[in-house]
Each structure stands twice: as C-alpha cells, then as structure tokens.
C-alpha cells in the first residue's frame, strides 16, 4: 500500500479518520462535497457540521458512551478535542456550540500538512485504492446508486426502523416467561410479556395518545407494510397489533396455562443475552413517551433501555455481509467504510469508526497488520457490532451488550458492575494505545466530568 489514503466525506467520521492517518504519516486526499453542493440538512461550509443535535450524550463513565469518549480522548481522537475546546454546559452529558465546534475541526484539518481538502461531488466510488467513503447517512442518491451495485440492493438500506432495546437484568422474568411459537425450535428463544385485554387496549390507547417525532423535511421516510412504527399498526385499529407484532398464537402462559390476549416479545440482541429487542417495536414516538408506554408492558415496569426506538432516512450497508473484517467492501477490495454508512448511529459512534480505520490503515501503509482495539472496550465492541452475522441487521448507537460481561460471579448492582466494566476496558485499552502508536494517556476525567 501507498502511504496516501483518499477519504470521501469530510463529516465527523471522515475528519477522524484523515486525522488519524496524518498523524501516523499518511497523506490523505479529503473530498467533501461543500460548498460545490449540500445535503437537504446541511446549512454551512465547515467541516464535521452537526446537523441535528448539538449533544454527544452522557459523559458519566457508567454510561457506554461516556466510556466511548473517553477512549476517544486517550486515542488521541481530534473529534473530541474539539469537542472540549467547543463544550458548552450541559449537565451531565458533553455538549458543544455546533458553530465553534466545526470551526475547530475544520481549522485543525486544514492546517495539517499531510492533508489536502478539495472539493468534489463524487457520484460513483473514485478508481483509487486505498479508499475510505465516509459519505454519512445521507449519501447522494447517484453514489448510493452505485454503492448498491457493488454491495447488492439488498444490502444496502436507505432509513432505519429501529426496536427499542432493554437490559436483561431489568427485565422481570417472574412475568416474563420463555417460549417460542407453538415450541417450535426448541430453545424457547423469545421472552414473552403477556397481556390481557384490559391491558392490551391500555396500552394500544397510550400509543396512540404518544407525542410522536415529526420528520424532518429532508427525512421523505417511507414506511413499507413489513416494517411499519407500532404507531401506525395501532392507528389502523384496536386489533391491528393483536394480529400482527402482538399476536399470541402458539403461545401458552405457565403461569395461567392459557393463551394470553397479547403478547410483546423480547429477542436475544447479544450473545452474552444482556440484552433484549423488542421484536416489531420501530416507533417514531417521542423518547420520554417511549420509556413512559414501553413500561406500560407487564414485566417491563423496570426496564432500563439500552436504546430507544426510531425511524428516519439513513443509508447504510448490512456490515456483516457486506464488509470484511477490515471494514472493507467484500466485492471491492481497498474501499473501505466509515462512520453511520458503515451501519453505527450518533455522532459518537460515526467518528470512533472513522479513529479506528484511520489507525487499521495507518498500520497497512506500515506494511504491518492492522490491530483491532479489544472487545473488552467500547470501541472494540462498537467494531464487532458491526462484525457480528445478525440475521437482521440494524445500526445501533453503542450499549453494554456490545462487550463481554465480568467474569465469575454476576455483579448484581448495576452502577457498580458498570463501573468494573469501564475499568476494564480502560485498563485493557493500554496495550492497543501502544500498539498504534499513541503514549501512555494521561489520568482519565472524573467519572461524571
């Protein structure tokens, strides 16, 4: 491999990642589209521009994310630097004047020697290896086109329709009872939260009366008749949901010996099972709303969520088939993926993938094999998210269940079992921070910070 890298898309997850490469001596070529054109949702000229909100989330170290940020931070991560020079109060999460925040990147960017910005619009995948496009969840319509041909339309997606999904330990399995239909594959693979009438027209009444998300005027989702927010189903009806997400046929509950009214089912998310989905549950409701009907649902009363439902546009390939372990086009080798593209949510999420490329590609320009933070960490586990052959792949910002849980005996308080976790990951970290070339980081923020 060259020592020079072309990045497409100069968002969060396209500056990390350029950054990344050119702090390890690589050249990089950056090609952003602006000020040449514009997505429906962009309004400025800068670099890494915030579209939406201006909050990178919980900053609390017992909160995945905040973990995520804070290996950012001891990676060297140009994404949260200038996070901090722009941080603006905002209790306990980490928030930023959107302005100054894409000031600082773009001028750090900039003034960096061994990177060159231009602009271009790029309409098909450019014939130069290596190649990263960090095109960003609304990637124009012709290069997504072109995209499609490579990767195959079935692995490409173009809006998210996201299930709530809810810890396991939260999750009261006195109510809850295991089963599939009709005791079909033997495993008894879903959790199954049963309603009776009186509840299920409860609830069906809560979702209806929910605040819902409006779309934003360049989302145009389109909602297909597989796939439609629990919402919708629950418009059409008082027995839509019954006989379809809801539906108990098949299903006996031990603790009555009869078929429930309804019944909300919970699909394993992880193969350590700390965490469930729940199955056919994509909404646009509002999140207070969410978290306020969801708990509505017999044994979910204390249900702690992991991440929240929704539906908007977003283009994004199905990872686990469509990419290898690289974060590279299976049937284009060299064109690598980065950021919401590569089917992660939140800003967060996009520039970690982009950190972690930057320095997986730094290390083939070496000559040396590139090496995967581990997956003890939140990084480690954000890239095996996208690594793991889910039947149906969904992106996701990043959650607990994305690491392995503490060996030995189950840790029953959650802040504490939390906080174990983020001292792992933190002290496992240290060996990959040398190995990609950055010095021992300095003492990490206060938890909360």
């Known amino acids: 491999m060259e020592a020079k890298v072309t990045v497409v898309g100069a968002g969060l997850a396209g500056c990390e990642c350029a950054w990344q490469l050119a702090e390890r001596g690589v050249s990089v070529d ?13 309004k400025a000229d800068g670099l890494a521009e915030l579209v939406c909100s201006n909050s990178f989330r919980g900053a609390d170290l017992v909160n995945a994310v905040g973990l995520l940020k804070e290996e950012m931070r001891r990676a060297g991560s140009l994404v949260m630097s200038a ?49 990263v496009l960090a095109t960003g969840p609304l990637t124009g319509d012709a290069l997504a086109a072109d995209l499609a041909r490579v990767v195959g339309r079935d692995h490409l997606a173009y809006y998210d329709a996201i299930a709530p999904v809810v810890s396991a330990d939260s999750i009261n399995w006195d109510v809850v009872f295991r089963a599939s239909r009709y005791d079909k594959g ?5 959790g199954n939260c049963p309603m009776t009438k009186e509840q299920y027209e409860a609830f069906v009444a809560a979702v209806v009366a929910a605040e819902k998300v409006v779309p934003h005027e360049f989302e145009e989702v389109r909602y297909f008749e597989g796939c439609l927010p629990v919402e919708v189903m629950a418009e059409r009806g008082l027995q839509t949901l019954a006989f379809g997400p809801m539906k108990p046929v098949g299903l006996m509950d031990p603790r009555t010996g009869m078929r429930p009214h309804a019944v909300v089912q919970l699909r394993q998310e992880d193969k350590h099972a700390s965490a469930y989905n729940l199955v056919g549950f994509q909404t646009r409701m509002k999140w207070p ?5 969801f708990r509505t649902i017999p044994g979910l009363e204390e249900a702690e969520f992991e991440r929240l439902g929704s539906v908007h546009r977003n283009t994004y390939v199905d990872s686990p088939r469509a990419l290898d372990d690289d974060l590279a086009l299976v049937n284009l080798p060299g064109v690598y993926l980065a950021g919401q593209i590569s089917g992660v949510e939140g800003y967060v999420e996009s520039a970690a993938i982009g950190l972690v490329l930057g320095t997986m590609l730094a290390a083939r320009a070496r000559g040396e094999a590139p090496v995967l933070p581990p997956e003890t960490t939140a990084l480690g586990g954000l890239v095996r998210h996208l690594r793991d052959d889910a039947k149906d792949f969904a992106p996701s910002n990043v959650v607990w269940s994305m690491v392995p849980p503490l060996p030995g ?17 933190l002290e496992d970290l240290g060996p990959w921070l040398e190995a990609v070339g950055v010095a021992r980081p300095e003492a990490p923020h206060a938890v909360g910070a």
């Open 186 to 190: 033997g495993d008894a693979a879903y």
């Open 289 to 293: 709303d969410q978290q306020r009907v």
């Open 409 to 425: 005996r189950k840790v029953r308080k959650r802040r504490e079992r939390r906080e174990r976790l983020a001292a792992r990951a």
């Open 30 to 42: 950056l090609v952003e589209q602006k000020p040449l054109a514009r997505t429906p949702a962009q």
């Open 83 to 131: 996070a901090e020079i722009a941080r603006v109060p905002a209790g306990g999460a980490l928030a930023v004047d959107r302005d100054a925040f894409s000031e600082e990147v773009t001028k750090r960017v900039h003034a960096h020697p061994r990177i060159a910005v231009r602009a271009e619009v790029v309409e098909a995948i450019p014939d130069v290896r290596p190649l």
